[in-house]
Structures are given as C-alpha cells and as structure tokens.
C-alpha cells in the first residue's frame, strides 16, 4: 500500500458523459501527477500540480482537466467521453517535485 | 521532443539468473533523471531504481542495477538472481525538470517473465 488513494477503482459510463477521478495523495505529499496508462501501452503523463498549482503538462487532451484543492487531494475530469479514453488513470504523489512518486492504485474506466 | 524506447517486448529468464533490460531515450537537456518501474499483475506501479543524469556512478538497489551511458542516450536495468516476483512489465521512464514542475515519458515497456 503506497498510501495514495484513488476512487472510485473502477467507473464503468457511455460516450459523451463526464466524469470526475478522485486522488488522495500521501500524507505530507505536496505534488501530484495523473498519468493515462490506455491498454497494452506505457503511461501517458497528464499532468502535475504542486501545493494547489499546476507545475507541468504533457499530453492532457482539452477535454480533459484538473484541480488540487487546498487539502491537497486532487480531481481529474473528464469530459464528452470517446472509447478510446478507456483506460486505467494513475495518480501518483510525492513530497516534492523532484522527490520519489508513490503510484496509487488507479482507477479503471470504461466508456461504452 | 523526449522519446523512450525499449525495444524488447518480452523478456523471459530462469529463476536465479541475470537479466537485463534495454532503454534508450533521445533528448536534449543535460539534466534529467532517469527510472526504471514495475508493474506486476496486480497494476500497481513500483518505483525499483532512479538515476540523476549528473551522476557518473550507477545506481543499485540491491539485486537491481543500471547501466547508464550518457554518451550513448543508454539506461539498462539489470536484476540478478531473478525470483518469481520479478515477473512483471517493466517501464523504463525519463524525467524533464522544467522551471515549474517536471514531465515525464515512458517507454512501452518490457513484459518479463521468470521461469522456475
């Protein structure tokens, strides 16, 4: 258990709707990543914020966004749902930027 | 733009034995850091080693080393006396520090099995 929480663990919905991933981050873990791991493929990096403010970007597609709130857990929102946004979406939290990134257990989706 | 290949899909090994793993990366920057994760059944993503691009010496963790040749763009994971535990994809990844934050690329991965 890396002490990183992520919910739901599995979110089954239908193309167009939206949907909202939740990630705690470990306690005292100021950064936090999502990553998009799609079938049979590496992680994709989203994004990183630190402290409340977005830090980096990699491939987050606009229909895609993300908070951290000031208790420090993040939101991963995604909207207008394809079925190829299927996939398992990791957060991953660590004290800072440069320290080690603990995974949590991902969240699993399913757009029908 | 950062690129990781791994270029070995699947990697099988006798338990006991040495393994290594290839990862080639293609940047720019002069300092990064360089990982190697596990991911086993379960999905679980584990961090098994780290390399800062500005140290010349090779990281090891325990049975886990890498090496890593800057010239070469090179970050290959070795694991010694594999165990059944080992059995897992394993993701060669590559750090860009930023001003702000970092970004990260990962490689497509290397699922490696160890035969008893």
């Known amino acids: 258990d890396s002490g990183v929480t992520q919910t739901p663990k599995h979110l089954i919905t239908a193309t167009g709707q939206r949907v909202t991933l939740r990630c705690s981050p470990r306690?005292?873990?100021?950064?936090v990543y999502w990553y998009q791991q799609s079938l049979d493929q590496g992680l994709q990096f989203l994004i990183q914020?630190?402290?409340?403010?977005?830090?980096a970007k990699g491939n987050i597609l606009e229909r895609f966004s993300a908070q951290q709130f000031p208790d420090l857990h993040s939101e991963l929102n995604l909207s207008s749902l394809e079925l190829g946004d299927s996939a398992l979406y990791f957060c991953?939290?660590?004290?800072?930027?440069?320290?080690?990134?603990?995974f949590g257990p991902g969240t699993r989706l399913t757009v029908l | 733009a950062q690129t990781v290949t791994q270029s070995q899909p699947e990697m099988s090994v006798q338990e006991a034995e040495t393994v290594t793993l290839s990862c080639t990366y293609d940047?720019?920057?002069?300092?990064?850091?360089l990982f190697w994760y596990k991911q086993p059944p379960s999905r679980q993503m584990i961090l098994v080693i780290r390399?800062?691009?500005?140290?010349?010496q090779n990281a090891t963790e325990n049975r886990f080393s890498v090496n890593f040749q800057k010239a070469a763009k090179s970050f290959s994971l070795k694991i010694s006396d594999s165990q059944l535990g080992d059995t897992a994809m394993y993701f060669c990844?590559?750090?860009?520090?930023?001003?702000?934050?970092?970004?990260?690329?990962f490689g497509t991965g290397t699922s490696l099995t160890v035969i008893p």
């Open positions: 991953a939290s660590s004290v800072a930027p440069l320290g080690e990134q603990f």
């Open positions: 306690s005292g873990d100021l950064s």
């Open positions: 914020y630190y402290n409340g403010e977005e830090r």
């Open positions: 940047t720019s920057e002069n300092n990064y850091y």
């Open positions: 390399q800062e691009a500005y140290k010349q």
């Open positions: 990844a590559f750090m860009k520090l930023l001003n702000t934050g970092n970004q990260f690329y």
